[in-house]
């Protein structure tokens, strides 16, 4: 288990046994801000704009000596007045994806080099602030704003923008809203979780929901269906398919098939994309008084329960999802404000957990 400190240190312990025995530790040149293990290696981002990549030696012993540094912001094709630290970090396929600034840098876990860099949001204020990865997608949140943004993991395109603002605002009608800041009207997001197919968000307002992910991209009504263009090479087999929405130039991609093959929709026989639909979105009455700090999911055992309609048995997984944030709010209740010890009581930390079913096929 690697952990980073804000002074500017590591900290390696064994989990597996005497974890709380320090195993190696080390100083670094700023704060740690994100550590990621993929592929044999672990990746540190820091707050100077520096990535340290260490990996084994020859014994399989962590290296702490040789080590590669990556200045990560010159990955990025934008011009920053200041050196941009990647704020998060995620391994996804054969990459890792950073968030640095306003964009997403994916670089080669392998050679380290880049594969390449996008722009998020146009504004060079905004900091891509969460990265998670389900099937052929990456859902990326933008630090201060309620749209989260899906991209394609394997072409790199743009192909869904979901506002959560509306149903995350909806709670603040609720009478246990009372009890809120006025200024968190303002609905942003910032915290992210993929687990059970959905799509779990938090936000500053402390409401946490669940959007299930769907097999193709919600459209407006009156939104055309995508043109699939398929191009083949002179013995028949097919080089490309290139896919565009009309209604969305930013859902154009284009991908390299081998041999032969038929497309009947950009969401069927290419890639497996986590889309979203807010209408099937769940909120919880269950929140937080202030914003969701982070949100984990942990297994559970198996449960077996008797369908209602016949005497089959109904095989599930159970896992547990957990949020985390400062107060606890019930949305449904009336309560006035507490003062004195209780108000300080309600301040603390507190962490939800809901435990969720998956059936099993």
């Known amino acids: 288990m690697w952990l980073g400190a804000e002074f500017g240190a590591l900290y390696i312990h064994s989990a597996i046994s005497g974890w709380h025995s320090c195993l ?3 100083k670094v040149e700023a704060s740690v801000l994100s550590i990621t293990y993929t592929r044999h ?32 912001s010159s990955f990025a094709n934008v011009d920053w007045e200041v050196t941009m630290p990647a704020t998060t970090v995620l391994a996804v396929n054969e990459n890792v994806w950073c968030g640095v600034g306003n964009s997403v840098v994916v670089l080669n876990i392998n050679t380290h080099k880049l594969v390449k860099s996008f722009v998020v949001h146009p504004s060079n204020r905004s900091i891509v602030q969460r990265l998670v990865h389900c ?13 989260l ?21 909806s709670l ?38 669940s959007i299930p992910f769907v097999k ?32 969305d130039p930013l859902t154009t991609a284009v991908a390299e098939m081998d041999g032969m093959g038929t497309v009947e929709s950009p969401d069927e026989g290419l890639f497996n994309l986590p889309f979203c ?10 929140g937080h008084l202030h914003h969701v700090d982070v949100l984990v999911a942990a297994p559970g055992a198996m449960a077996t329960r008797t369908a209602q309609d016949d005497a089959t048995e109904v ?7 957990l949020s985390s944030g400062a107060g606890y709010v019930d949305f449904r209740q009336e309560d006035t404000l507490a003062t004195g010890s209780a108000k300080s009581q309600l301040d603390r930390n507190h962490a939800i957990v809901w435990q969720v079913s998956s059936p099993q096929h």
């Open 24 to 26: 190696h530790a080390m």
């Open 41 to 72: 290696k672990v990746f540190v981002s820091m707050e100077n704009g520096h990535m340290l990549v260490f990996h084994r030696d020859g014994e399989q012993v962590w290296d702490l000596d040789n080590y590669d540094i990556l200045q990560i």
């Open 135 to 147: 099937n052929d997608g990456v859902w990326v949140c933008v630090r201060r704003d309620s749209t």
């Open 149 to 169: 943004r899906l991209f394609n993991a394997v072409t790199m395109q743009h192909v869904q923008d979901l506002d959560v603002g509306a149903p995350l605002r």
């Open 172 to 209: 603040l009608q609720l009478p246990g809203s009372q009890k809120k800041p006025s200024h968190l009207n303002l609905v942003r997001v910032t915290a992210l979780l993929v687990s059970n197919d959905c799509l779990w968000v938090g936000a500053n307002n402390g409401a946490v929901i």
């Open 216 to 247: 193709s991209r919600p459209r407006l009504p009156g939104q055309d269906a995508p043109k699939v263009v398929v191009m083949s090479n002179d013995d028949g087999t097919i080089a490309k398919v290139a896919i565009s929405d009309g209604a």
């Open 277 to 286: 639909d807010l209408e099937m979105a769940r909120l919880s009455f269950h």
């Open 315 to 321: 095989s599930s997984s159970l896992s547990y999802i």
